[in-house]
């Protein structure tokens, strides 16, 4: 595995980059800002969960975007709320864009973190902020599977993490008409080098659940952690530690990623 030198490999108690952890801001002014966007009439839970783990995690300010069809629904605790115009099915309407650029207006850093519900309107909106959105982008869970149509530009995006579990990876690599073939039974190590060579060809960062291990790449570089709680990745809570540490370090991606996993233990 020596071969590999664009691989550096990370284990659950010590970090690759602990100057991440130290350069953590010690006021709330400098820690940044999160925007986070997602919810539908049907679910809410994992942005009001994970608006608590964007603050304990460290992020200064945190305000999230969601349908106003769940002003009634929303616990106290979360005080920075902004609402948005909800369609028949229960999801952010066309409208909601002016509320969703102002978020990002106002973000250091914009995490669309699910339960947007698979309706093509707000396809449209999640697509139409995307393309005019030039921050720190993250986008996980079912937002990914949301802006499909648009996989070509997330790939390009500069500024851009996408948090997945394999079967999405696989379907990005052949709507991009990616030459490698990506199957579940595959080494650990092929797969570090189809990120690696991916990586290379376009300017996101990809952070992929596989073989109980969490692979980031950016850049043709790779790093793995060993990974033995899937839950965090399916309840957006490893996308929300991974943008709430790249706050603090905007041109460390793959180091601020990569330090979120060993912390969280």
């Known amino acids: ?5 664009y691989w550096t490999r990370q284990t659950t108690d010590k970090s690759l980059f602990p100057d991440i952890e130290w350069s953590k801001p010690e006021q709330k002014s400098k820690a940044g800002r999160l925007g986070i966007v997602g ?11 994970n608006y608590a783990v964007a603050l304990k995690a460290g992020a200064g300010e945190v305000k999230v975007l969601l349908p106003d069809v769940l002003k009634k629904s929303i616990p106290s605790s979360m005080t920075d ?11 952010l309407a066309r409208e909601s864009i002016v509320e969703m ?5 106002w973000a250091t850093g914009v995490l669309l973190i699910g339960d947007a519900g698979r309706n093509s309107e707000t396809a449209i909106v999640y697509e139409n902020f995307i393309h005019d ?24 995006r500069p500024n851009t993490l996408l948090i997945l579990s394999f079967a999405q990876l696989q379907k990005i690599f052949q709507t991009v008409y990616y030459p490698i073939v990506l199957t579940f039974s ?17 300017p996101t960062c990809i952070a ?16 793995s952690t060993p990974w033995g709680e899937p839950m965090q990745i399916w309840r957006g809570i490893t996308a929300t530690r991974a943008a ?22």
């Open 81 to 91: 709320v902004i609402y948005g115009i909800t369609n028949p099915s229960g999801s």
């Open 208 to 223: 992929v659940l596989h073989n109980d291990t969490i692979l980031v790449a950016f850049g043709g570089k790779v790093t």
């Open 133 to 156: 959105y030039k921050g720190p982008l993250t986008i996980t869970r079912d937002a990914v599977d949301l802006v499909k149509n648009s996989s070509m530009v997330l790939i390009e």
């Open 101 to 105: 650029k102002a978020i990002g207006d």
């Open 186 to 202: 595959m080494q650990l190590t092929n797969l570090v080098e189809a990120l690696h060579k991916f990586t290379i060809t376009y």
């Open 244 to 265: 709430t540490y790249w706050l603090w370090s905007p041109n460390k991606i793959i180091e601020s990623v990569t330090a979120s996993l060993v912390s969280s233990k």
């Open 39 to 49: 919810g539908n009439k049907l679910g809410f839970m994992a942005v009001a969960d």
């Open 1 to 5: 595995m020596d071969e590999y030198i």
